[in-house]
């Protein structure tokens, strides 16, 4: 069965360093990546998603992430982070073309707190 | 704002109780998801309605149901309520069954007292 694992639970920075936050997937075939941010209170919003192409992928708000075949990995990043992005981040997969159903499978969510 | 609007925001009950979330999904998508995040679970997949009929169902309690109506939008029934189905259901829609991103709707949080 298709997993989701993030690594990193609890996350503390300071204004302005930098953020790696990893995500790891289990599943051999072809698959779409997706970062959703939950702010405190509100709906999940999405940060960015990867579907082919460049595995290089650009979001909202300065985010990236890099999507590495081989490691099975979809990490994201942002060079300097600001208060506003505490918030609850998740990574998701879903099965490409071909599946019955294009359900989101989740990790478990990191939680980031900035610190001004 | 995703487009997904969902209702109630807050819903209080008891145990034994039925309650009904209703969900209206973005204009012109035909695929709603209805997922549940609890703190012991996180985000699970409950069930996914294609223009409605059911795709997928994940994990997903025999005491649950859900339907997707000829307007599109989309009602999870929860019966038999129990303490440990407090948790924050959301919905989420998509233009078509594969390949599209879903979009959140506000959640409802349900408590069961």
């Known amino acids: 069965a298709q997993s989701v694992s993030q690594h990193n639970h609890h996350v503390i920075l300071s204004e302005a360093a930098s953020l790696e936050l990893g995500c790891n997937y289990s599943y051999g075939g072809t698959v779409n990546l997706f970062w959703y941010v939950q702010y405190p209170g509100q709906h999940l919003q999405l940060l960015l998603k990867?579907?082919?192409?460049?595995?290089l992928v650009k979001g909202i708000k300065g985010f990236e992430a890099e999507f590495i075949k081989s490691k099975f990995s979809f990490n994201l990043r942002k060079p300097s982070v600001q208060w506003s992005d505490t918030a609850e981040y998740f990574c998701a997969v879903n099965r490409g073309y071909g599946g019955a159903t294009n359900k989101l499978i989740f990790g478990t969510g990191t939680l980031l707190a900035v610190q001004p | 704002d995703s487009g997904v609007t969902q209702t109630p925001k807050h819903l209080i009950t008891a145990t034994g109780q039925r309650v009904t979330l209703r969900c209206s999904p973005r204009?012109?998508?035909?695929?709603v998801y209805w997922y549940q995040q609890s703190l012991d679970q996180g985000l699970q997949f409950l069930i996914h309605y294609y223009n409605g009929e059911e795709r997928a169902k994940g994990n997903i309690l025999e005491r649950f149901s859900a339907q997707q109506f000829p307007d599109l939008h989309s009602e999870l029934n929860l019966s038999s309520l129990e303490l440990g189905d407090s948790a924050l259901y959301f919905c989420?829609?998509?233009?078509?069954?594969?390949?599209?991103?879903?979009?959140f709707g506000p959640g409802t949080r349900l408590t069961v007292l």
């Open positions: 204009s012109g998508d035909l695929s």
């Open positions: 990867y579907f082919s192409g460049d595995p």
């Open positions: 989420a829609s998509s233009a078509g069954p594969y390949e599209d991103t879903q979009y």
